[in-house]
């Protein structure tokens, strides 16, 4: 066969002559294929995950009542903080790094990354990042929150090594994430399918563009915070230290430069996934493709203009205070094309309830609330009487655990049918989306009224006033369901390594290249790179193939009588 005509017949290419990978844990520990690289990334971030959930129940389990005596005051700090590090650095950004190391350069053609060997160091740095931070358990753990704020992580406040972990971790995970997003950059730059220009580029392939450019503007603030943070713990600088001079508002200023865009370097692949997830499921082409990337471009650049409104509670001029309230407001507008769009995408589609569409349903409905509660707080006489509050948990929460996890979930149950071979199951998918749904709004959205009532985040008990303790207790049920509805997606998944029905290539009929291999993919992923026409080259490949096996149809029914 020409190669032109294998590049575009979907069953040519499920035979290859390349040797199968070697198997046994040494082959893992060496391995730099980026889908085997993506997998330990994803396999290792939800282990972290599930370990930041547990931390998250056992401080809901001692806010359930008030002055609860479950956790003392050092192990609440402790937990507050392991568990927001966890969820953020050691789970949601490098989860989608696992993603992105997978399916990027499926998508894009390419056989492998730019640098698979520094892919590889990417993965063994988070990792060891994470071994160091927990190993604080065994001596003290940090207690200064997930933020660290001087003077609280200064060593005249705080002696814990742990405070030393925190920051060894921030090292670790950003140096895993600097060249991790170098390696992302030049691998879409450079090794994209012939006909894939940037107009052609896969949506999700343009979020993790923008992640990797936002990772790369703002990891070096970050490294260069916690440096200094260090040298005033242990070499006698006072850069946040008031005491000599120096200035706590500066560790604010330069962690929230990296905090804010960290908020949309977490959210803006989940973002993709749903761009993926939607026109496959609704039938239809996605409905402004071209908006929807120019609109992750602008929230990146909206992204480092408005750090500050994490502080606008600090002293800071009126104007100063205006700035940044109308920048937040600025960046709700191209959030809001996207979510125009996506529901476009839905209307008068063809739409198959499967559970990656149903995750991705639920991610609008919620992000929504989050993104609502948002604006509220960047209105900074609202947030002056917010601020501290759980109305600001709440809003945290429904962005990245309604937005970040919701997302992620639509691509494990979207993509594992590509990585393993098998399906998930869609009756246990749809009851753990059940359970994560009513879970997460039965957790979160009481807290808002939490907040309104004056209950201050981050503090391990409360007195017994008001409805403080019935909504506590509401907030604490909700949960253990969110909890439960994530088990059942844990269990689905070993459930389907097991014995779940075969995939084949392409089971949902899916638009872009990484279905036009088999399941798994193989080692070199492509024997023949299609030349990519559109943005949706497998609806092209399947519309030439069927071109193509016209005239065997026709004589179709001819066999058949023959055969009669």
Do not use: C
């Amino acid at each position: 066969m020409a190669a032109t005509d294998r590049a575009l017949a979907v069953p040519e290419i499920t035979a290859h002559s390349v040797d199968p990978q070697s198997r046994g844990w040494v082959s893992w520990v060496t391995t730099t294929d980026h889908k085997r690289i993506g997998i330990l990334y994803l396999v290792t971030t939800f282990a972290f995950f599930i370990l930041g959930g547990v931390e998250a129940l056992l401080m809901r389990v001692q806010l359930g009542t008030p002055d609860n005596t479950f956790l003392t005051p050092s192990t609440y700090n402790a937990l507050f903080t392991l568990h927001g590090t966890t969820m953020i650095f050691l789970f949601v950004v490098p989860i989608m790094a696992g993603f992105g190391n997978y399916f990027l350069p499926l998508m894009i053609g390419a056989r492998d990354m730019a640098f698979p060997k520094l892919n590889a160091l990417s993965y063994w740095l988070l990792l060891f990042g994470g071994i160091v931070f927990y190993a604080s358990l065994f001596f003290s753990p940090p207690e200064a929150g997930w933020t660290s704020y001087a003077p609280l992580s200064l060593e005249a406040y705080s002696e814990s090594g742990g405070i030393d972990a925190w920051i060894f971790l921030i090292h670790l995970t950003g140096i895993s994430s600097l060249i991790g997003a170098v390696n992302f950059y030049a691998t879409i730059a450079n090794m994209r399918a012939p006909g894939m220009g940037w107009g052609r580029l896969p949506l999700f392939v343009w979020t993790l563009l923008v992640y990797a450019i936002l990772l790369i503007l703002a990891l070096p603030v970050i490294a260069g915070a916690v440096t200094l943070l260090l040298t005033d713990r242990h070499f006698g600088t006072g850069f946040f230290d008031q005491g000599q001079g120096g200035d706590p508002l500066l560790w604010q200023h330069l962690f929230w430069f990296f905090g804010h865009p960290e908020v949309y370097i977490m959210i803006l692949p989940g973002f993709g996934i749903i761009s993926e997830v939607l026109p496959v499921f609704a039938r239809k082409p996605i409905f402004g493709y071209k908006a929807i990337a120019a609109a992750t471009v602008v929230i990146a650049f909206l992204a480092l203009l408005v750090w500050a409104h994490h502080m606008f509670t600090t002293p800071s001029a009126t104007i100063v205070l205006v700035f940044f309230m109308i920048s937040s407001f600025l960046i709700a507008i191209p959030t809001g094309v996207k979510i125009f769009n996506w529901v476009a995408t839905l209307w008068r589609g063809t739409v198959e309830f499967k559970t990656p569409l149903i995750f991705s349903v639920g991610f609008i409905s919620v992000f929504l609330i989050g993104g609502i509660t948002g604006v509220f707080l960047a209105v900074f006489p609202v947030d002056w009487q917010l601020h501290d509050t759980y109305f600001v948990v709440a809003h945290l929460h429904y962005v990245l655990v309604g937005g970040s996890v919701f997302a992620i979930f639509a691509g494990i149950y979207y993509w594992f049918p590509k990585m393993t071979g098998r399906m998930l199951s869609e009756s246990i998918g749809k009851w753990s989306f059940a359970f994560m749904y009513i879970g997460i709004n039965v957790t979160f959205l009481i807290q808002h009224s939490i907040g309104l009532e004056g209950m201050p985040r981050r503090v391990y008990e409360y007195p017994d006033v008001g409805n403080l303790a019935l909504y506590n207790l509401i907030s604490t049920i909700g949960s253990f369901m969110l909890a439960f509805g994530v088990g059942l997606t844990v269990y689905a998944v070993i459930r389907a390594l097991r014995n779940g029905v075969k995939a084949g290539p392409d089971p949902w009929k899916a638009n872009t290249l990484e279905w036009f291999v088999p399941s798994p993919p193989p080692v070199n992923n492509f024997d023949v790179i299609p030349r990519v026409r559109s943005v949706e080259p497998m609806k092209d490949i399947r519309r030439q193939v069927a071109r193509q096996s016209e005239p065997a149809a026709d004589l179709s029914p001819v066999a058949a009588g023959t055969r009669d």
